[in-house]
């Protein structure tokens, strides 16, 4: 527990320490940046002076052995010390050794290995005599007394040499003679001490050469370096290169392992203070005259490194001593700040004191008003202002904090009543629950149950406490539900699931339950609670819904195919209606007979149109619309499209836009006949809704993927819009908008539900941007593979065209952006007129560079269009008159009229598209690039078919000459059969192969059909490529083929290109090929007829291109199947409806089949 003290003695405390740490850290400051510094750079300063003196010192020492050294070798050269003598020898160097206590041993070698060495001893004096080159192995010793007086000879066995001895042998290898050698320090052999030796070689008068040496003992040495001392307490030392000591320091710094002196040769690492600093140093690079500040123990000390140079040899004197030596004494100082602070402390318990006191009295009040409302007495505090503002405040806060207390301790109360309320409501909010609910423990144990859980399970709460909810299982829960539910709980996550659990009875039920984690207030689960629903009976709903569901499924089934077969019975006499009704038409009628004719008609395709697209509904409902995957040119689609849509949309007074970006590939692969489908029904819808203004068709590229292609098709109107609640129903099938909009526009309410189908089919979505009383804007996207078989127009542009000038004139700025991208695009030069005065204008200007083309809006405010063509046609004084092609949304007769009375050079109907204005402009600038062919399809491609050998079993005749001529375009051989007969019959005419490489069957056939032909062909022939030929409209007729053991499937009518791929796909690759020429007659479509020829083939209501190009564009073969047509099938009708009256419904099946595949083929 915390120790509480009264503020006065506290704030005594506080105010005291504060001086005290202040000055403390005064003079901490002091001393560490302005003393300690000085006391280093003093230290560096008397370093060196003194190892400047050091140096001298030892360098006297040394120089004075190399002058004797130098002096002796003069003497020895003149024949001085030579004598073999050892008592001339002795005589003659005892004197000189006895005065210099420098060295104690003095030698005379000669090269051929005689030495006479003199040496002092404890006794007086020793000569040596070796001589191993006459004596091997023999020492001759003299000794003499200190007085000189002979003592005795003897002679000792050795193996010494002096020919071995590193002071020899190093001075006879020095340069120039008289140069003094050192050597390292090595264990003297004269008196067993270590030592260095000082040598000199010179020549005696008779060229012999000798080595005069000297040895001085590391303790001679160490006599001087001992008591050189540094500072008051360092120390020096003299060592080598690798750290062995020459001159020893005081004993008292070897630490406890001191050496004998002089006797052991020892090295730095032996001395403690200097090993601390000799690594350091030498891993620095052993850099001299500077200082190295390091610490022994809790001693600093301060090394500083000088060099000396001895005979080829570098030797270190190391200088180490206490920092302490050159700091100066800091006791004064100190009792000084000690002193001041003491003062500074008398002073603020003085000060301390008054202060304290004026604070405490009026504290002790507040003190004493806390304790009153720690005891829930909320009276006023009195209180006595003082003159410091901090503590009137604190008081006034201390009055605030009672009144927000006793204020805070009534809301309390009542909200402490109301959480009890509320506590009383949750607790029979629980109780009385239609749910069950159950808390456990984290180890499961159960805690709680309601009443609820009770009375579904069968047992009491107290049969439940405390038991694991196990003892509910039945056994029919999936061990993965329980698994599942732990390992979520584990996470601490909640759980919710289904169990089926059982009552204590032994009855089953199914709970719907939801398991939570409750954590307390650090976060850790403490328990689970369980929330439960008895789900029994809506479980039995459950089950009896999926049967409704699944017996409405299977309703929803068998009426799509109801519809689809119904339907497809059905348009046989709605064509037939529909044609006679056509026919009657042409007739001479009255006008009442006329009037109920042409009701009939129109009542009948719109019937017509609306079994189409049950049909299309019912396909798709029953998951049996397939797509087709054939190669088709987009322009031409919208172009079949705007043909079918344009004379609504003109009926109605709307422009067309059509716009689509330079960038989409024109030649495509897949369902062109479906593509057309929804741009129809979106197009149609836009006219059907929109009373004024215009409609935009919009073509986008916005994907690549590989050899597919992703478009985006936008069909915008300014029509009455739809509200968001429409839009969200508006492609449910069979509905509307709403009911009044039913009843104003009509419409079954399938073609938006069909489309999107149809989308999403291709991989697209749909969506709808729709605001009431502005317009809608429906676009989708869907995806096409790129085209790998040109079949569309290549369109070349003549070099008459190039850069020619273009104007074009629209008052709308949409249109005008349209056609003048196409134009640019073409590589024209195009300029824009927003009226019919402005494109006069710029006529008139444009005389330097006249304009060629004028394109002209033939509606337009102030100035229509045909009266600014006249006007420029027959008004302006202008050199060159443009050729005006008149550009409008309507096809009327009076525009037609108007532009022929004015002269004008054309007429183009919108939408416009590319080929539109090349075509164009080819008319009216390069005519002969028209009629010289330079215009036209690309050549039929050759799919290697030439030699193919292939029986066509077919029993309408016209399809046998389509097909027949088609084959043969591409050098294959054709044999035909009429029926599955006569097929069978020619297969087996062959006597080991069926001499056919492939064969073409249709399906429907008299005596013997497709199927039943492939089946006895292929017990004999199982290898045989057969491609079933057929126009049913089911979707399954392809498997139904497959299954029969055809090969594949070609839909009709015919697709030339389609049909040749599937050839090429099955034909056998090993044959006799033979060379392929295209038939003249497939090279040219349009160019070979005649307009009259082209009017009457159009009023007849056949699709002349999608005729010629299922003949691959041979218009003399056309003409030939349209004869044939009318002769072979003018009473195919009639036999059908004899057919049905007498029963024979498969007579009439397979006539109505031919007719549909003869009709398809020729458009």
Same mark, same amino acid.
């Given at each position: 527990m915390?120790k509480?003290?009264? #503020?006065?003695s506290?704030l005594?405390?506080?105010i005291a320490?504060a001086?005290?740490l202040?000055i ?10 302005i003393?300690a510094p ?6 560096e300063?008397?370093?060196m002076?003194n190892?400047e003196g050091?140096r001298?010192?030892v ?6 052995i190399?002058?004797n050294?130098?002096l ?6 003149q024949?001085?010390?030579?004598s073999?003598e ?6 003659f160097a005892?004197p000189?050794m006895?005065h210099?206590?420098s ?6 070698a000669?090269e ?8 002092k001893?404890?006794e007086?004096?020793?000569?040596r005599?070796t001589?191993?080159?006459i004596?091997p192995g023999?020492?001759?010793w %003299? ?5 000189n007086l ?8 050795s193996s010494y040499d002096?020919r071995? *001895?590193p002071g020899?042998?190093?001075a006879?290898?020095?340069?120039g003679?008289?140069?003094?050698y050192?050597?390292s320090?090595y ?7 270590s030592?260095?030796?000082? %040598?000199v070689?010179?020549?005696a008068?008779n ?6 040496s000297?040895?001085?003992s590391?303790?001679n040495i160490s006599?001087?370096t001992?008591?050189?001392t540094?500072?008051t ?6 060592f080598d290169?690798?750290g ?8 008292h710094v070897?630490?406890?392992q ?5 006797k ?6 032996d ?5 601390a600093?000799?690594e350091q140093w030498g ?11 390091? *610490?022994?123990?809790s001693?600093?000390?301060i090394?500083?490194? #000088? ?7 570098t030797?270190?004197? =190391?200088?180490?001593?206490p920092?302490d ?6 006791i ?11 003062l500074?402390?008398?002073?603020s318990f003085?000060w301390?004191?008054q202060?304290?006191?004026?604070? %405490?009295?009026p504290l002790?009040?507040?003190?004493a008003?806390?304790e009153?409302?720690g ?8 209180f ?6 901090e ?5 006034l ?9 006793a204020?805070?301790a009534?809301?309390?109360e009542?909200?402490?009543n ?5 506590l009383q ?8 629950s ?5 808390i456990?423990?984290v180890?499961g144990?159960i ?8 009375q579904?399970?069968g047992y ?14 039945s056994?029919?829960t999936n061990?993965?539900?329980y698994d599942?539910?732990w390992?979520?709980?584990s996470?601490?996550?909640s759980?919710?699931?289904?169990f089926i659990?059982k009552?204590k ?15 307390n207030?650090t976060?850790?689960?403490t328990?689970?609670?369980?929330v ?14 999926r049967q ?6 299977d ?23 529909i044609g ?7 007739t001479?009628l009255t006008?009442?007979q006329h009037d109920y004719v042409?009701?009939?008609?129109n009542?009948?395709t719109?019937?017509l149109?609306i #079994?189409?697209?049950?049909l ?5 409902e029953?998951g049996?619309?397939?797509?087709e995957?054939?190669s088709?040119?987009l322009?031409e ?8 849509t344009?004379? *609504?949309?003109?009926?109605?007074g709307l422009e067309?836009?059509?716009?689509i970006a330079?960038d989409?590939?024109q030649?495509?692969?897949g369902?062109?006949?479906r593509l ?7 197009i ?5 809704f929109?009373s004024?203004?215009f409609i ?6 916005i994907?690549?993927? =590989?050899h597919?292609?992703?478009?985006q098709f936008?069909?915008s109107d300014?029509g009455?819009?739809?509200?968001p609640?429409?839009v969200?129903?508006?492609f449910q ?5 709403d009911?009044s ?5 009509g419409?079954?309410?399938l073609?938006?539900a ?6 999403e089919?291709?991989g697209?979505?749909?969506l709808?941007?729709s ?8 676009t989708?996207?869907a995806w ?10 290549r369109?070349?542009v003549?070099?008459k065209?190039?850069k020619?000038r273009v104007?074009?004139v629209?008052d709308?700025l949409?249109?005008r ?6 134009l640019?695009?073409?590589k024209?030069?195009?300029?824009a ?8 204008d710029a ?6 560079d ?9 509606q337009m405010p102030?100035m229509?269009?045909?009266e ?6 027959n ?10 092609v008149i550009?409008t ?8 009229a108007q532009?022929?009375?004015?002269n004008?050079?054309?007429l ?7 080929s539109?204005?090349?075509?164009v ?5 390069a005519?002969r690039?028209?009629e010289?062919?330079?215009i036209?399809p ?5 799919h290697?078919?030439?030699g193919?050998?292939i029986?066509?079993?077919e029993d309408?005749?016209?399809?046998? *000459?389509?097909?027949?001529?088609l084959?043969q375009?591409?050098g294959i051989?054709?044999?035909v059969?009429?029926?599955?007969r006569e097929a069978?019959d020619?297969?087996m ?10 064969i ?8 013997m059909?497709?199927?039943e032909?492939?089946?006895i062909?292929?017990k ?10 057929t126009a049913h409209a089911?979707a399954d007729?392809?498997e139904?083929?497959l299954?029969a ?5 070609v ?6 290109q ?7 796909r099955?034909?056998?690759?090993e044959r006799?090929r ?7 007659g497939?090279m040219s479509i349009t160019?070979?007829h005649?307009?009259a020829?082209a009017?009457?083939l ?7 291109k999608?005729g010629?190009?299922?003949?691959a ?11 044939q047509?009318? %002769?072979?099938q ?5 036999s059908?409806?004899?057919?049905l009256k007498n ?8 006539i109505?089949h031919?007719l549909? =595949?003869?009709?398809?083929?020729i458009?």
């Open positions: 915390m509480v003290r009264p #503020i006065r506290d005594f405390q506080q320490l001086f005290s202040a403390l850290v005064f003079a901490v400051v002091v001393y560490r940046f003393i000085a006391a280093d750079r003093l230290a300063h008397e370093l002076i190892s050091i001298n010192t360098q006297d020492y040394f120089g004075e190399e002058n050294l130098d002796l070798s003069e003497y020895a050269s024949g001085y010390f030579l073999d050892p008592e001339d020898f002795q005589r005892a000189l006895k210099n206590q060295y104690y041993a003095f030698r005379i000669r051929d290995s005689r030495e006479v060495a003199l040496f001893n404890s007086g004096w020793s000569t005599f001589y191993p080159l004596e023999i020492e001759q %003299s000794h003499w007394d200190k007085n002979f003592l005795r000879k003897e002679t000792i066995h002096c071995t *001895q020899f042998i190093g006879l290898q020095q340069q003679a008289n140069a003094a050192w050597t320090p264990q003297l052999l004269s008196n067993a001490e030592g260095i030796s000082a %040598s070689r010179f020549s008068n060229g012999v050469r000798y080595v005069l000297m040895d001085t590391v303790n006599a001087m001992r008591y050189i540094v500072g307490g360092g120390f020096i030392a003299l290169e690798v062995v000591i020459v001159g020893q320091p005081p004993r070897w630490g406890q001191a050496p004998f002196f002089g052991a040769i020892k090295t730095v690492h001395i403690p203070i200097a090993a600093v000799y891993a620095g690079g052993r850099h001299v005259n500077e200082n190295l500040f390091y *610490q022994v123990g001693v600093d000390w090394a500083r490194f #000088i060099n000396l140079s001895l005979g080829g040899h030797y270190y004197i =190391g200088m180490f001593v920092a030596d050159f700091r100066p004494n800091a004064v100082p100190l009792g000084i700040l000690g002193l001041g602070l003491l500074a402390l008398v002073f003085l301390t004191r202060i304290t006191a004026r604070i %405490s009295q002790q009040q507040l003190v008003g806390s009153q409302i005891e829930l007495n909320f009276t006023p505090l009195e006595t202002p003082t003159g410091w503002q503590i009137n405040e604190l008081a806060a201390h009055e605030t904090m009672r009144r927000q207390i204020e805070a009534t809301d309390l009542a909200r402490i109301a959480r009890t309320l509320a409501k949750f607790s029979r909010a629980i109780e009385q239609p749910v069950s609910v159950m456990t423990d180890a144990n805690e709680y149950v309601n009443p609820n859980f009770c579904l399970t009491t709460d107290a049969e439940v406490i405390g038991q694991n909810p196990r003892f509910l299982k056994g029919q061990v993965e539900t599942e539910l390992q979520t709980l996470t601490g996550h759980w919710q699931g289904e659990n009552r009875e032994g009855g089953l039920f199914n709970e719907k339950a939801i398991i939570t984690p409750l954590r207030l976060g850790i689960i328990h689970y609670v369980a439960k629903e008895d789900v029994t009976q809506m479980k039995k709903k459950e089950e009896e819904l409704a569901l699944q017996t409405a499924d309703a929803t089934q068998a009426k799509s195919m109801f519809l689809a077969n119904m339907s497809h019975e059905i348009r046989t006499p709605m064509n037939a209606i006679m009704s056509y026919l009657a038409l042409k001479e006008p009442k042409n009701k009939i008609h009542a009948s719109s019937l149109g #079994i189409n697209e049950i299309d509904f019912s396909k798709i029953a049996k619309l397939e797509l995957s054939t088709f040119v322009d689609v919208m172009d079949g499209v705007f043909n079918l344009h004379a *609504q949309a003109n009926a109605k067309f836009l059509y716009h330079p989409i590939p030649q495509l692969v369902d062109p006949l057309a489908q929804i741009m129809t029904n979106l149609n819808n836009a006219v059907k929109t004024s203004g935009t068709i919009d073509g986008q590229l994907g690549r993927m =590989g597919k292609v992703e478009l936008a069909v300014t009455i819009g739809m509200s609640d429409q969200a129903r508006l099938a069979f509905t509307q908008a009911g909009t039913t009843r104003k526009y419409g079954t309410g073609g938006l069909i489309s999107k189908r149809l989308i089919i291709m697209g979505t749909i709808v941007d605001t009431p009383g502005v317009g809608s804007t429906f989708f996207t096409f593979e790129l085209s790998e078989i040109n079949e569309g127009k369109r070349i003549p070099e065209l190039n020619l104007l074009v629209d709308n949409a249109a952006e349209i056609i003048s991208e196409y640019t695009t073409m024209f030069r195009v300029d007129a927003v009226d019919g005065q402005s494109a006069i006529v008139v200007h444009a005389t330097d006249p304009y060629s083309l004028v394109l002209m809006d033939w102030k229509d269009g045909i600014a063509a006249r006007r420029i046609k008004e302006l004084d202008i050199p060159h008159i443009p050729a005006i550009v949304s309507f096809d009327r007769e009076e525009i037609y532009a022929q009375q004015y004008l050079d054309g183009l109907i919108k939408p416009v598209t590319p539109h204005l090349l075509d402009a080819i008319r009216l600038f005519p690039a028209a010289n062919g330079k036209k690309l050549p039929e491609k050759n290697g078919l030439a193919l050998r029986l066509l079993a309408n005749e016209i399809n046998q *000459q389509i097909a027949t001529e084959l375009s591409q051989q054709v044999t059969a009429s029926d599955g069978v020619r297969v005419g062959a006597e080991e192969s069926p001499g056919f490489d492939l073409l069957m249709d399906l429907q056939m008299p005596i059909d497709g199927f032909a492939t089946a062909i292929r004999h022939f199982d290898q045989l490529p057969i491609i079933a030929m089911m007729e392809r139904n083929c299954a053991g055809m090969t594949d499937h839909a009709k009518p015919i697709d030339p389609a049909l040749f791929l599937t050839i090429a099955w034909a056998p690759q006799t033979t060379p392929w020429q295209p038939d003249a497939s160019s070979a005649s307009d020829e009017m009457i159009e009023n007849t209501g056949l699709d002349m999608l010629l190009k299922r003949v564009g041979n218009l003399s073969l056309y003409r030939k199947l349209l004869r047509y009318v %002769s072979g003018a009473g195919a009708i009639a059908i409806r004899e057919m029963g024979d419904m498969n007579s009439g099946s397979r109505a031919s549909k =595949g003869v009709s398809g083929n458009g």
